[in-house]
């Protein structure tokens, strides 16, 4: 097993299509501390790319200025080891543009593995996902978390894969999107 | 193996004493987001309950104000679960506070389990803990986290156990208090 697949595995935050509680698709805004938590979790399992993923200007604007802030500006000097963090983060408008990045960057055009809450048909195990990770070092996949209630179910049905969600027997599932990534990157790639 | 185990397992977030960045002790704020994304965590993974720990008077009124708002105010109804979640925060001035809290509600006196992102001589493995926890329905246990840059060197000598870091081969070890408590508790006591 070479080191080498976890740059093979990218991390995608969908802003947009997303759903609120009623379940119509939305933007969501972009949150600073999302950014923060999963660049963090994202340096520390060696991930390949953190796409922050939006087609809003305003919002892209804000990614931006709180990006730059920690790689360029203040943030730089004062938190290196943030700066790394940082530096891994890409902003594009949809999933489609981070599949087209990845494969302009040189590497095969990447498989989709979406993330839910809920139980879907056609979920795979942790352990069938990390064989897959394993497998090669050709393959490259995205892994694909929602902000807001979820992803639009239109997102999810283009996905290649759907990874099962965490379950806990306690009958209580809302975990936030920063613990999901986190949670969901340790069982995939964590060091234990 | 009894399920009940869960219920002997709290968590306490130190705001002091912990380090800053120049390792100094300070009282660090009450932040938003720890609130939410621990209390979700907590609630996801059955445990008992996540005291938050304070000795500023602002700090806890902040606190209390946040909760609140989750368990009797407007968001009470609005979002249902996360009220769930809140119910089972408690603010208290000192890691003495929570054991003698937990032991004045009937249960025996717990240990102690500090966490750090430093490799420690007296370190405990995941594996050990585990076993630890599901040996017996009497023993109760308290995961203690510190905001800022950790735990105060003195608070951490005081406590029963240290549990080992969160390894990862990156050499990059920088995770969010949000991101380490989802990933302890997940590999403690997570239906995986």
Redesign the interface.
Known sequence: MK?SY?RNLYLALIHHPVVN?QGDIIASAVTN?DL??IA??S????VNTFYVVTPLNDQKILAQRIISHWTSGGGAAY?P??K??FDQIEIVDSLKDVVDDIEKGGCVRPKTVATCAKEQDRSIG?KQFCDMLRADDESAYVLVFGTAWGLAESLMSETDYILEP?????G?????V??????IL??LV???
Chains 1, 2 share one sequence.
Do not use: E
Request: hydrophobic residues 25%.
């Open positions: 080191k976890r509680k501390l923060h938590d963090r979790a340096r520390t399992f060696g938190n080891s943030r790394q963090a942790y965490i379950r806990s027997d306690t209580y599932n809302h975990l936030s920063r613990s999901a990534v986190s949670i340790d069982r964590g060091d234990r």
